[in-house]
């Protein structure tokens, strides 16, 4: 559970950033990381079509460098764009120089205020830079859909177990998840619309 729902105190080492939106609105932010790619995100912006349901991607800089066909379709089809780094790049192995740079990099193709550092973590210098201009988004329910040891039914499961009013929900557009998620993105979203959720993104 720590993994899937982070715990309190983490939560409380980053108290600017959004973990979980308004606990008595009936709605879910879906949002997905590392990408674009052209082997999953297409893919995934078909069933987001298909069911109707507009997403936030936390888009790494030099993929959308690599593949701006796919960035301008996320954008066309009324989707939120995040910053994720311009190279995947972890805050705790680089000094604060060389981490606010590679955002900055990075929005020099993405043109966006929301920020998600990969892997959930950054120095607390870091934290505060980006605080100043930056809304930082975290989680509140990561599906594990990039585990080698997670079944396309596990992520449902972890979905249909921790995912409640307000809940920021992350997937990955990525090579690791993609096929789960062929299964298990669908199944979520169609879960999520029979309890009654709203599917919103960040303003």
Known sequence: MF?????????????KALWRMDPNDRSVYLTFDDGPIPEATPYIL???????????????????????????????E??????????????????????????EKANAYLHTDLVRPPH??????Q???????????????????????MTPDDVLDNVKRYARNG??????????????LRTALPASIGW???QGYQFKTFE
Do not use: C
């Open 192 to 194: 999520l619309q029979q």
């Open 78 to 103: 009324g989707h939120r764009i995040g910053n994720h780094t311009h190279n995947h790049i972890g805050g705790f192995r680089h000094s604060i120089k060389e981490y606010s740079y590679n955002v």
């Open 167 to 180: 809940s920021i929900i992350t997937f990955h557009d990525s090579l690791k998840s993609i096929e789960k």
């Open 120 to 125: 959930g973590w950054m120095r607390l210098a």
């Open 3 to 15: 993994i899937e729902q982070p715990a309190m105190w983490l939560r409380w080492l980053y108290p």
């Open 46 to 76: 078909d069933v987001l079509r298909e069911y109707g349901v507009k997403a936030t991607f936390f888009m790494v800089g030099d993929n959308v460098r690599k593949y701006p066909d796919i960035y301008q379709r996320v954008v066309s």
């Open 127 to 149: 934290y505060a830079w980006l605080s100043r201009k930056f809304k930082i988004v975290m989680w509140d329910l990561v599906t594990r859909d990039y585990s080698k040891w």
